[in-house]
């Protein structure tokens, strides 16, 4: 029988520049559909504007970042220690693979090998390693886990796609920070990868491109797309890999990939921060194994939340629920002005 290890990240762009700083907040500032009231910190609750400070959150920026790179630093550790042959990594497709062409609920990307240059996009900013548009990172796969994964996800009743090749971009931002975030100190990071892409996005995956929506536009509902898989569903999909994988040949790590509600996505803020109520809601359940709770969280609160892209995280809740888990570590990193909380968590075998 195999064993499992269960991790969570973030994948948070924004922890990648050579100057860490609120990104999203400062577009929103230039939104002209911004209400009045929010245009200058007077009107923002206290805790944001501490974080704002005097110098527009370059200080808060820089803290924030460096407390989550300690604490992705502790999953690289368990990562080490457990020696998988493969990662599983959950992660949303923003609009990368998942384009007008076809828009999969799940996607199991069964590749042999991508090469990925994440700093080549025109007018990239300097990165936090001073790599070059020109740097490359060699990224294997592991072919047989992942077909064999989707042969007995299909065999579950799970209708699934696969891909062996991709069809727009190397890999989604979602499965290469991952990457480079885990090999933080660029010590070499030679694990193979089995990404599964989920739609998280849904409704507005095509319609804002899988980014922000302005407020001085926003889309009619008649331009939704269809929605994302519901978390019930994304909970009994971790399980039903659990399942497989514990019945495999292969040691696994499964890993979720996210940040929490991003205030980008949430509309009830006017996309101002982030609904840390709803994330500390479902953090304790976390802490406490509560799955009954996770699993009856509706789309319609996901949504209302900002909590899109924690539909990764739904699936390896599920998988920790299936093998009886509880974390063994686990850890909430709070901000209002860096777009979006951050958890990262350990459940050892």
């Not at 890993?255 to 991003?262: E, R, V, Y």
Request: proline share 7%; with cysteine.
């Amino acid at each position: 029988m195999s064993e499992i290890l269960g991790l969570g990240i973030t994948h948070y762009p924004a922890l990648t520049g050579r100057v860490p700083r609120p990104v999203s907040l400062q577009r929103l500032l230039r939104d002209p559909g911004l209400p009045e009231s929010y245009r200058t910190p007077a009107g923002w609750p206290e805790i944001m504007r501490r974080e704002w400070g005097d110098d527009e959150g370059a200080s808060f920026a820089r803290r924030h970042s460096e407390e989550v790179v300690a604490e992705i630093r502790k999953v690289r550790a368990a990562l080490d220690e457990f020696k998988p042959d493969f990662v599983l990594i959950w992660g949303d497709d923003q609009h990368e693979n998942f384009q007008d062409d076809i828009v999969p609920s799940f996607c199991v990307l069964a590749y042999d090998a991508v090469d990925v240059k994440p700093w080549s996009k025109a007018g990239a900013p300097p990165n936090r390693w001073g790599e070059t548009a020109d740097t490359a990172f060699h990224i294997r796969g592991h072919k047989q886990a992942a077909k064999y994964l989707a042969s007995a996800l299909i065999e579950q009743n799970f209708d699934l796609a696969y891909a062996y090749r991709p069809l727009h971009v190397p890999l989604g931002h979602a499965f290469t920070n991952s990457v480079l975030f885990l090999d933080w100190d660029r010590r070499g990071f030679d694990i193979p990868v089995v990404p599964f892409a989920i739609n998280c996005y849904g409704r507005r995956v095509i319609a804002a491109r899988g980014y922000m929506e302005s407020l001085a536009n926003p889309i009619p509902e008649a331009e939704f797309d269809p929605p994302s898989p519901s978390p019930a569903r994304c909970f009994d999909l971790g399980a039903a890999c659990a399942r497989a994988l514990a019945r495999s040949p292969w040691r696994v790590a499964l890993l979720a990939s996210s940040s929490w509600s991003h205030a980008f996505m949430t509309r009830k803020h006017s996309f101002l921060y982030p609904d840390t109520a709803a994330d500390r809601t479902l953090f304790e359940a976390l802490k406490a194994g509560d799955h009954g709770t996770w699993r009856s969280t509706t789309l319609a609160q996901i949504e209302d939340s900002g909590q899109h892209e924690l539909l990764n995280w739904f699936c390896l809740i599920g998988a920790m629920a299936e093998l009886g888990r509880r974390p063994d570590y686990a850890a909430f990193v709070e901000t209002n002005i860096m777009n979006s909380n951050k958890v990262i968590a350990v459940y050892r075998p």
